[in-house]
């Protein structure tokens, strides 16, 4: 007779201690943690350029950029995500471990529908988040999610001419296709 897995939802603190030891990521959603698979070098080289151009924009500005090791802390603690970059613009936004109140996320895709659709369903509740862009990893593919002056989102998407302008706090910075796909063997035409 075969038995059934009981599995026991995880707390945040367990987690967290468990992240601080842990060999690979997790990400963590509803007591759940999952194992980040390991990404492609055009993944990695995707994500560089967009932490490059947000780091150089926030040299001598009070705004933070952060990579992937930087977890995004949602729902209370119930979920967390490593997003590929991050703009943080709130001083008082300062753990150590994580962070709540990003300006700007920015998600390389490895499978659309559930960075698309999971990811994005949770990121646009966060007050303080004004730009969310999903870049696929695969094609040259982007759109750019926005958030005017009276809360509305506006979904963009970017052609080889477009440019995203990003204004969060005193940090402004422009993003090109070319600034995102650079290096990537993804020709913008």
């Known amino acids: 007779?075969?038995?059934a897995h009981v599995h026991s939802p995880v707390?945040?603190?367990a987690y967290l201690h468990?992240?601080?030891i842990a060999a690979s990521k997790h990400e963590f959603v509803g007591g759940e943690i999952y194992a980040m698979a390991d990404k492609s070098e055009r993944h990695k080289r995707i994500a560089g350029?967009?932490?490059f151009h947000l780091r150089s924009a926030t040299r001598g500005e009070p705004c933070r950029a952060?990579?992937?090791?930087?977890?995004?802390?949602?729902a209370g603690?119930?979920?967390y995500y490593y997003p590929n970059a991050m703009l943080v613009c709130d001083p008082a936004d300062d753990h150590p471990l994580y962070k709540q109140s990003p300006c700007l996320i920015a998600e390389v895709l490895s499978t659309?529908?559930?960075d698309v659709h999971g990811k994005w369903t949770a990121y646009r509740g966060l007050a303080s988040l004004r730009y969310c862009l999903p870049v696929d990893s695969e094609r040259l593919w982007d759109r750019v999610f926005f958030r005017d002056e009276h809360d509305a989102w506006f979904e963009q998407a970017s052609s080889a001419e477009d440019r995203v302008d990003v204004a969060c706090s005193?940090?402004?910075?422009a993003l090109t296709l070319d600034d995102r796909y650079g290096d990537t063997g993804l020709l913008v035409v």
């Not at 992937?68 to 949602?74: E, F, G, K, V």
């Open 1 to 3: 007779m075969s038995h």
């Open 11 to 13: 707390d945040e603190a």
């Open 18 to 20: 468990g992240e601080e």
């Open 49 to 51: 350029n967009l932490f």
């Open 66 to 74: 952060f990579m992937a090791d930087m977890r995004r802390r949602l």
């Open 77 to 79: 603690g119930t979920t």
């Open 112 to 114: 659309a529908t559930v």
């Open 170 to 173: 005193g940090t402004r910075l």
